[in-house]
């Protein structure tokens, strides 16, 4: 078997076989990566069999995770069963508005909110489920901000596994503790922020036998770096400047900057997009790391706080991988406030595309990387969009009502509200509304 579990600690240097139940290196605690050693593919055969794959009706050819099967052959496909919903295939959307806005000449969303879940965890947890399928463990868990919970529950329902979801009491969305209870899962709404549940849930894990599905999970990493090939498979193969994404426990960005780095090792690109990460301002302790002119201890934020759930993270597990990987690229770290994300959000959605506020903090952090004059106004750049727009409608609601407000209580002013009115039944007096108002685009 060519796959292994690797300590990604380069002074420890221990790997391990790919069916031990770990979450982290025995010998050191550094975080464990999923490696091939050894593994050679021929690019140019493999980007014409993707395309291919394409026109299949075979379920691992049309998911958007599995038709690249040959950069996560951590499975033996021949024997192992892959728990899939058909994730991935989540299209690139130019969005001329929000570019303008960003100060931009032009941008692309890679809307993952397409996903069967609405989130990129789909991309991942496809990966985490079919591993506990292979490792033959009946129950899962994980801690969430809310879209890993909704996606491990479809996925476990799908692979017939029993999920028990830890959620941070009062500080989800409503759509996505909706999706855990609608898929099945046994929730638990601990009176605690997600930093202090995952510590909690990590010994009860290894206590109990549940098998973590959290993103320091390797498989569910392995998942998400797929998004990348996806994405560049959509470009044939042309490789961004910029690759722009929320920051939250940071899986993601280790997940993009690996599977980016394998490309380029494997000989599929030939150059690595820059990686930027964006940060709720209240939850930002990558941004406070990346810009420290020592670099010291890492620092968690001990009471992260934004509206943007589902990044309110303030010890995130998976920071040395984003480190590694946003510095190896010549990337950067920004951090955006509240009223910049729903400004952000708000555009996104006028460009008829949408996402949830977490996703929107990526064009809040481009409008400031390109006035700061990190990103160029012609560079070319791909914003990925991690959740869908329905996840928070109570957000968007009140964004628009003018009754959103920060965690400490400052109301957000809704610069792009659209608030609904409410008219008479009397077609007088409506066709009177719609005179005053003005024609779309107008
Ligand atoms: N965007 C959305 C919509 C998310 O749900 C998350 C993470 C992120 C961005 C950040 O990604 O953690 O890989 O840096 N949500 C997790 C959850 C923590 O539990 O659903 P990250």
């Given at each position: 078997m060519p796959a292994q579990l690797s300590c990604i600690d380069a002074a420890c240097g221990a790997s391990f076989p790919i069916d031990d139940v770990l979450y982290a290196c025995p010998r050191c605690g550094a975080l464990l990566a999923v490696e091939y050693p050894g593994l050679r593919v021929d690019p140019a055969a493999l980007k014409r069999t993707w395309r291919e794959r394409r026109m299949s009706n075979a379920p691992l050819d049309q998911s958007g995770v599995w038709r690249y099967r040959e950069l996560i052959p951590f499975l033996d496909f021949d024997r192992h069963a892959v728990a899939t919903l058909r994730e991935g295939n989540t299209p690139l959307l130019a969005a001329p508005r929000a570019a303008q806005y960003a100060g931009l000449d032009s941008l692309v969303f890679k809307h993952q909110g397409f996903n069967p879940t609405g989130s990129f965890k789909d991309n991942g947890m496809t990966c985490g489920a079919s591993q506990a399928l292979r490792l033959g463990l009946r129950r899962v868990a994980c801690v969430s901000t809310g879209n890993t919970s909704a996606s491990m529950a479809a996925y476990a329902a799908v692979a017939g596994l029993t999920a028990v979801i830890f959620l941070p009491h009062g500080n989800i969305s409503f759509g996505k503790l909706a999706q855990a209870l609608e898929y099945g899962a046994l929730t638990l709404q601990v009176e605690a922020n997600f930093d202090q549940i995952l510590a909690l849930v990590r010994g009860l894990a290894e206590k109990t036998g549940i098998y973590l599905l959290n993103s320091m999970n390797p498989f569910r990493l392995e998942g998400q770096k797929t998004i990348m090939v996806e994405m560049l498979d959509q470009r044939d193969w042309r490789v961004p400047d910029w690759v722009v994404v929320p920051g939250g426990n940071l899986g993601n960005v280790s997940a993009f900057g690996k599977g980016l780095r394998e490309l380029l090792a494997l000989g599929f690109i030939d150059r690595l997009p820059k990686l930027a990460v964006i940060q709720a301002a209240g939850s930002a302790p990558l941004y406070d790391y990346f810009h420290a002119a020592a670099k010291g201890e890492f620092r968690a934020v001990q009471n992260p706080e934004t509206l943007a759930t589902a990044i309110r993270i303030g010890d995130p597990v998976s920071w040395p991988k984003a480190m590694h990987e946003i510095t190896i690229s010549g990337g950067t770290v920004e951090r955006v406030t509240e009223q910049e994300i729903a400004d952000a959000k708000a555009v996104i959605g006028r460009c008829g595309i949408g996402c949830e506020p977490a996703s929107a903090a990526t064009v809040a952090g481009l409008r400031k990387l390109v006035a700061a004059g990190t990103v160029q106004p012609g560079a070319d750049v791909v914003a990925v969009?991690?959740?869908?727009?329905?996840?928070?409608p109570d957000y968007i609601y009140r964004y628009h009502t003018g009754q959103l407000q920060t965690p400490s209580g400052v109301t957000i002013e809704p610069r792009f509200g659209n608030a609904p009115r409410v008219v008479p039944n009397d077609p007088d007096r409506i066709a009177a509304v719609l005179a005053e108002t003005s024609a779309p685009g107008a």
């Amino acid at each position: 078997m060519p796959a292994q579990l690797s300590c990604i600690d380069a002074a420890c240097g221990a790997s391990f076989p790919i069916d031990d139940v770990l979450y982290a290196c025995p010998r050191c605690g550094a975080l464990l990566a999923v490696e091939y050693p050894g593994l050679r593919v021929d690019p140019a055969a493999l980007k014409r069999t993707w395309r291919e794959r394409r026109m299949s009706n075979a379920p691992l050819d049309q998911s958007g995770v599995w038709r690249y099967r040959e950069l996560i052959p951590f499975l033996d496909f021949d024997r192992h069963a892959v728990a899939t919903l058909r994730e991935g295939n989540t299209p690139l959307l130019a969005a001329p508005r929000a570019a303008q806005y960003a100060g931009l000449d032009s941008l692309v969303f890679k809307h993952q909110g397409f996903n069967p879940t609405g989130s990129f965890k789909d991309n991942g947890m496809t990966c985490g489920a079919s591993q506990a399928l292979r490792l033959g463990l009946r129950r899962v868990a994980c801690v969430s901000t809310g879209n890993t919970s909704a996606s491990m529950a479809a996925y476990a329902a799908v692979a017939g596994l029993t999920a028990v979801i830890f959620l941070p009491h009062g500080n989800i969305s409503f759509g996505k503790l909706a999706q855990a209870l609608e898929y099945g899962a046994l929730t638990l709404q601990v009176e605690a922020n997600f930093d202090q549940i995952l510590a909690l849930v990590r010994g009860l894990a290894e206590k109990t036998g549940i098998y973590l599905l959290n993103s320091m999970n390797p498989f569910r990493l392995e998942g998400q770096k797929t998004i990348m090939v996806e994405m560049l498979d959509q470009r044939d193969w042309r490789v961004p400047d910029w690759v722009v994404v929320p920051g939250g426990n940071l899986g993601n960005v280790s997940a993009f900057g690996k599977g980016l780095r394998e490309l380029l090792a494997l000989g599929f690109i030939d150059r690595l997009p820059k990686l930027a990460v964006i940060q709720a301002a209240g939850s930002a302790p990558l941004y406070d790391y990346f810009h420290a002119a020592a670099k010291g201890e890492f620092r968690a934020v001990q009471n992260p706080e934004t509206l943007a759930t589902a990044i309110r993270i303030g010890d995130p597990v998976s920071w040395p991988k984003a480190m590694h990987e946003i510095t190896i690229s010549g990337g950067t770290v920004e951090r955006v406030t509240e009223q910049e994300i729903a400004d952000a959000k708000a555009v996104i959605g006028r460009c008829g595309i949408g996402c949830e506020p977490a996703s929107a903090a990526t064009v809040a952090g481009l409008r400031k990387l390109v006035a700061a004059g990190t990103v160029q106004p012609g560079a070319d750049v791909v914003a990925v969009l991690t959740g869908n727009v329905l996840k928070d409608p109570d957000y968007i609601y009140r964004y628009h009502t003018g009754q959103l407000q920060t965690p400490s209580g400052v109301t957000i002013e809704p610069r792009f509200g659209n608030a609904p009115r409410v008219v008479p039944n009397d077609p007088d007096r409506i066709a009177a509304v719609l005179a005053e108002t003005s024609a779309p685009g107008a």
